[in-house]
């Protein structure tokens, strides 16, 4: 984790530091290598959020675009179940960085405990993601509505599509470069995707802007819009 607690206060990890988790109220370790992004770990190993992934310099890009009292921030749910949020912020909206590969079980639970989620995706892990997405936009012409080019695909048209499209409402593909690759809900089968650039939607969010999204049923030229 990015923080613990020290005298009050949260903390980043420095070498030999120690501070209590957040979370858990459990001691914990400033871990201070060369490999990783320095942290805190929980003494004894055994983390108090099973949800939690371990830290990576993608992580703390995204995370370090938001306020420190957003960050990781403890939720529990009425049955007292805890978890650590990325990202939360005053008004209950979650924000979700995945790195690593997640069952899409898992993924329902998550966003079901959070309710109101947005999920970033690290699409540069698996090699045939970008590939296929490249692919999959070359077949489609996009329309353009209120300046930014939106496809419209199905939601099983890629693998990370297959994963993501069909059990989340709003998800971002960060390919590595300076954009986002979102993908919000159509009809039934539907959704619509569009780039924005990554520090724009940061600001979004920082500033509690509404998020875009696509809008059927609307005249053309009034169908690119934001949400509240
Ligand atoms: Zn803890």
């Known amino acids: ?6 005298n009050d206060q949260r903390i980043e990890a420095s070498p030999g530091a120690k501070g ?11 871990k201070c290598g060369d490999k990783n992004v320095w942290h805190w770990a929980h ?4 983390h108090c959020d099973h949800w939690w992934e371990n830290e ?5 890009a995204w995370k370090s675009q938001f306020p420190i009292e957003w960050q990781e921030v403890p939720t529990r749910d009425g049955t007292g ?7 939360k912020r005053d008004d209950g909206l979650v924000v979700e960085f995945q ?6 079980a898992e993924v329902v639970t998550r966003t079901r405990f959070y309710g109101n989620i947005v999920w970033i995706i690290n699409g540069t892990r698996r090699k045939s993601d970008l590939p296929q997405y490249r692919e999959m936009i070359s077949y489609h012409r996009p329309q353009r509505f209120g300046g930014v080019d939106i496809y419209t695909v199905y939601a099983h048209e890629t693998r990370l599509l297959k994963e993501w499209g069909s059990i989340v409402p ?9 954009t986002l690759c979102l993908l919000t809900n159509g009809q039934s089968e539907l959704r619509y995707l569009f780039n924005i650039q990554k520090d724009k939607f940061a600001k979004m969010i920082a500033e509690k802007e509404p998020l875009p999204v696509v809008v059927l049923g609307q005249p053309k030229s009034n169908r690119y819009r934001w949400r509240r």
């Open 1 to 6: 984790m990015r923080f613990a607690v020290v």
């Open 20 to 30: 209590l988790c957040p979370a858990c109220g459990a001691e914990m370790v400033a």
């Open 43 to 46: 003494k004894g190993r055994l």
């Open 56 to 60: 990576t310099a993608w992580h703390r």
């Open 81 to 87: 179940e805890l978890h650590i949020a990325d990202i």
């Open 99 to 104: 790195n690593s590969p997640i069952k899409p």
């Open 170 to 178: 709003y998800v971002g593909f960060d390919f590595g470069d300076d």
